[in-house]
């Protein structure tokens, strides 16, 4: 039987109430979701398919599937800017760009010239419309409303380029998706924003500087038929901010052999062409959680959704597979200032019960001084089967309540090299020295660095390591934070 509270010191009586509120919480913002995807028909988004096989995670079923698409996945902002810079030099049409913020003075090269200037020059021979999320009511929250309309009028000043403010949806919500398009030939999305706010978010791989906070960011650049779903979200969305429609994007040409789901988050009732709205980024995730058998790996800004939660609770409590391993590389403090979940990590710490199944970790600077890494990619790889890139978190503003955008294939080659790229950049080792069975890799290499960097990093020393695990966990309730947030904003 468990101890009475009488038995338990105030700082345990306190943590045993913490958790239990928490799960309140929690479970009501989960039943509230229910009800409302229910309501408008994505009922089926939160529980398992009916041909679902626990064997292979698989597709989202709500949307089309578009074979014939080239792949580059992009790691960090320095190979995305490259990119987006590249994309935009070329155009003969047009270049259509969305996202949560946009900065006129962000450099796409760290020398190179303003974003502003580079979008002005090409409006003089293509058509250039950048969509941009109206800011927060609230000024506290960058970007405010009046920062963003001083942005936009920087961005129209002495330039033919269109410049427009997205203000659909909830006032606690965002546009949050991040899409660049060129000539509906090629798109680039992913986690970057264009933007100068809160780092460096023009990073390149090893994360060099020690005097900034770095930024780690995943996009993919698409090329095919799959371009053409990016395209006419864009296209749908500045029709209803603008009532100036444009031409429906013709599908490319097969450019691959990559079958790609171009997936949103798009609520109901934000917009006139998805009055029901659109939830595939959380059917996929929660699908292909449930169907995983050896390997979860998430790199996320969030764990917070409490449906992702529990799924990987259960997973970790009920393991597939001996060899099952969850490794999650997350921030040491998003962007609250907090530390990396409202009480989901020590959930899933719980359900693993020490048995080794969970390896959270984050990413260090250079030097014991350094801000440290950011982590704000968005990155699922499950059984080095299925990988989805994008601007999603694993959040419930991500997952219910803001515009978000992913891709997704069930391509294993580009599964597993996106995933041996990214542990040899993150334990800065060759890719031929991680490309073991990932278990084998997790429990000795990741274990092996955490456990040696935790060391130095309790002695103040510069880092050995640039990975170490998760510490200083919050309580559930976290001064009620939490609960107002799931309950207020999230729900």
């Given amino acids: 039987m468990p101890p009475s509270t009488k038995s338990l010191s105030p700082r345990a009586v306190g943590a045993r109430l913490d958790t239990r509120v928490g799960d309140l919480i929690d479970r009501a913002v989960a039943l509230n979701h229910r009800r409302r995807l229910s309501r408008h028909g994505w009922g089926f ?109 920087e961005f129209l000043r002495g330039s033919r380029l269109e410049c427009e403010l997205d203000t659909h949806g909830h006032l606690m919500h965002c546009h949050h998706e991040k899409i660049v398009v060129a000539d509906d030939d090629v798109a680039i999305i992913g986690g970057l924003d264009l933007t100068a706010l809160e780092g460096n978010r023009n990073d390149a791989q090893g994360h060099p500087h020690a005097d900034r906070l770095g930024w780690h960011d995943v996009a993919v650049q698409i090329r095919g038929p799959a371009v053409a779903d990016i395209a006419q979200h864009f296209a749908n969305r500045w029709r209803e901010v603008t009532a100036r429609a444009l031409p429906d994007p013709v599908p490319p040409q097969s450019a691959g052999t990559v079958a790609l789901q171009v997936l949103r988050t798009v609520p109901e009732k934000s917009y006139n062409f998805l009055p029901r709205g659109e939830f595939t980024v959380l059917e996929a995730y929660l699908q292909a959680l449930r169907g995983a058998e050896r390997l979860v790996y998430l790199e996320n800004q969030f764990l917070w959704s409490p449906e992702v939660a529990d799924v990987l609770a259960d997973k970790l409590d009920n393991p597939p597979q001996p060899d099952f391993r969850v490794l999650l590389v997350l921030p040491r403090r998003p962007s609250n200032g907090k530390d ?152």
């Fill in 340 to 491: 990396t979940t409202r009480g989901q990590l020590a959930q899933l710490i719980d359900a693993d019960s020490g048995r080794g199944r969970l390896l959270a970790t984050t990413l260090l600077g250079p030097t014991a001084a350094s801000p440290g890494v950011y982590v704000h990619a968005k990155v699922g790889i499950i059984d080095d089967h299925w990988l989805t890139i994008g601007s999603a978190n694993l959040n419930t503003h991500s997952l219910f309540n803001d515009s978000e955008m992913n891709v997704l294939t069930l391509d294993p080659a580009l599964a597993r090299s996106t995933r041996i790229r990214l542990w040899s950049e993150h334990l800065h080792l060759p890719e031929n020295a991680v490309d073991g069975p990932p278990a084998e890799v997790i429990d000795t290499i990741w274990r092996a660095q955490c456990d040696l960097q935790d060391a130095v990093s309790a002695r103040g020393d510069d880092p050995v390591h640039r990975v170490r695990r998760i510490e200083g966990l919050s309580r559930r309730m976290d001064r009620l934070e939490g609960p107002v947030r799931g309950l207020l904003v999230d729900g």
């Fill in 45 to 153: 988004a939160l529980a398992p398919h009916r041909d679902w096989s626990p064997r292979a995670p698989a597709w989202a079923a709500a949307v089309p599937v578009r074979p014939g698409n080239a792949v580059e996945v992009l790691i960090d902002g320095a190979a995305t800017c490259e990119r987006i810079s590249a994309a935009i030099a070329a155009a003969t049409s047009h270049v259509h760009i969305a996202g949560w913020h946009t900065s006129p003075g962000f450099r796409l090269t760290p020398t190179g010239p303003l974003l502003r200037d580079v979008l002005a020059d090409a409006a003089d021979r293509v058509n250039v419309r950048l969509l941009m999320w109206g800011g927060a009511p609230i000024p506290i929250v960058e970007p405010t409303r009046s920062s963003v309309r001083r942005d936009r009028e």
